[in-house]
């Protein structure tokens, strides 16, 4: 039997993410999604193909598996454009340039230009998030 297609809700609960955050995806087309009415529907394979990899088992299964996963967002203000782009260029570089064995780690950013602010969006697994803080942290330089 097929299973039912996701609302926005359950997939920003799966991701751990807004539900506007999901919406914006759906609206980029950057996740596939049929509208029905006035709601989205996310298929499975849609939100597998989004994620990079298999969305996971079903409910019963996941109750079997300890999984652990972390979502952060790190602001910086004050960042000039230039930097901002290389920082989410090292960020991005570091996650891409993983083991396809890892576990899946996504890093976004997000840039305001007006309030010269950057948000850096990190879903992964605790670890993976520690590094990549570490790297943040490494890299951008606070003022004394």
Same mark, same amino acid.
């Given at each position: 039997?097929?299973?039912?297609? #996701? ?17 914006? #995806?759906?609206?980029? !087309? ?5 509208r029905? !009415?006035?709601? #989205? ?6 939100l597998?193909?989004?994620? !990079? ?13 300890r ?10 203000? !004050? ?43 990190? =879903?992964?697994? =605790? ?18």
């Amino acid at each position: 039997m097929p299973q039912q297609p #996701y609302s926005v809700e359950q997939v920003a609960n799966l991701l751990g993410l807004h539900v506007k955050t999901v919406r914006t #995806y759906v609206r980029d !087309g950057r996740l596939k999604a049929v509208r029905i !009415g006035k709601q #989205y529907r996310i298929a499975r394979e849609d939100l597998e193909a989004f994620l !990079g990899q298999p969305a996971g088992p079903p409910a019963a299964e996941t109750a079997r598996r300890r999984h652990v996963e972390a979502s952060s967002i790190v602001q910086i203000d !004050g960042i000039a454009p230039d930097e901002m782009t290389m920082l989410g260029n090292m960020l991005m570089a570091a996650a891409a340039s993983r083991s396809p064995a890892d576990r899946p780690l996504r890093v976004e950013t997000v840039y305001d230009e007006e309030r010269a602010s950057l948000k850096i969006i990190i =879903v992964g697994g =605790v670890a993976d998030t520690t590094e990549v803080f570490r790297l943040v942290t490494t890299l951008v330089k606070e003022p004394a």
